[in-house]
């Protein structure tokens, strides 16, 4: 699969030992950074993260900040991004499945390498469903975007 992956300076670390898992699984992984631990801005690693699953350059993002709470509400200000961060395996499946979920979001501060592995897995195994709850639920939030963006979404 191509994926993104990006994080402020709080999430430097896990962005990198998450690059570096994903590599090893095969994936083909894009690096928008940060690359140190410098300090720089959650909104343009969220925003870097969400245009390259926008422009097809990544099937899916991973993004990381301090809590994740800032990089989630801000790669969700991009149309068609649906991002969340998760810090238990039900959520980063059931957000794909039920939801479309196309960026995991974790916080770098809140969990450790081995739960962000599990959630990393749970995230990539997983496959929106299309069940017709889960259609119409969908289509709603993007009928949302629409009402206050003028612009339709996929």
């Given at each position: 699969?191509?994926?993104?992956?990006?994080?402020?300076?709080?999430?430097?670390?896990?962005?990198?030992?998450?690059?570096?898992?994903?590599?090893?699984?095969?994936?083909?992984?894009?690096?928008?950074?940060?690359?140190?631990?410098?300090?720089?801005?959650?909104?343009?690693?969220?925003?870097?993260?969400?245009?390259?699953?926008?422009?097809?350059?990544?099937?899916?993002?991973?993004?990381?900040?301090?809590?994740?709470?800032?990089a989630s509400v801000a790669a969700?200000?991009?149309?068609?991004?649906?991002?969340?961060?998760?810090?238990?395996?039900?959520?980063?499946?059931?957000?794909?499945?039920?939801?479309?979920?196309?960026?995991?979001?974790?916080?770098?501060?809140?969990?450790?390498?081995?739960?962000?592995?599990?959630?990393?897995?749970?995230?990539?195994?997983?496959?929106?469903?299309?069940?017709?709850?889960?259609?119409?639920?969908?289509?709603?939030?993007?009928?949302?975007?629409?009402?206050?963006?003028?612009?339709?979404?996929?």
């Amino acid at each position: 699969m191509k994926l993104v992956i990006g994080s402020d300076h709080a999430g430097f670390e896990l962005k990198n030992a998450m690059g570096d898992l994903l590599r090893g699984l095969g994936h083909a992984v894009l690096d928008v950074g940060a690359f140190n631990t410098n300090p720089s801005d959650y909104p343009d690693f969220a925003e870097a993260v969400g245009r390259a699953v926008l422009d097809g350059k990544a099937e899916r993002g991973v993004l990381i900040c301090g809590s994740g709470v800032g990089a989630s509400v801000a790669a969700n200000k991009l149309i068609g991004v649906r991002a969340a961060v998760c810090h238990d395996t039900y959520s980063a499946h059931q957000g794909v499945e039920h939801d479309d979920m196309n960026v995991l979001v974790m916080g770098g501060r809140v969990i450790g390498e081995l739960v962000a592995l599990e959630l990393v897995t749970a995230f990539l195994n997983s496959k929106y469903s299309g069940e017709e709850r889960h259609q119409r639920r969908l289509q709603k939030v993007i009928a949302i975007e629409k009402r206050y963006t003028g612009k339709e979404t996929k």
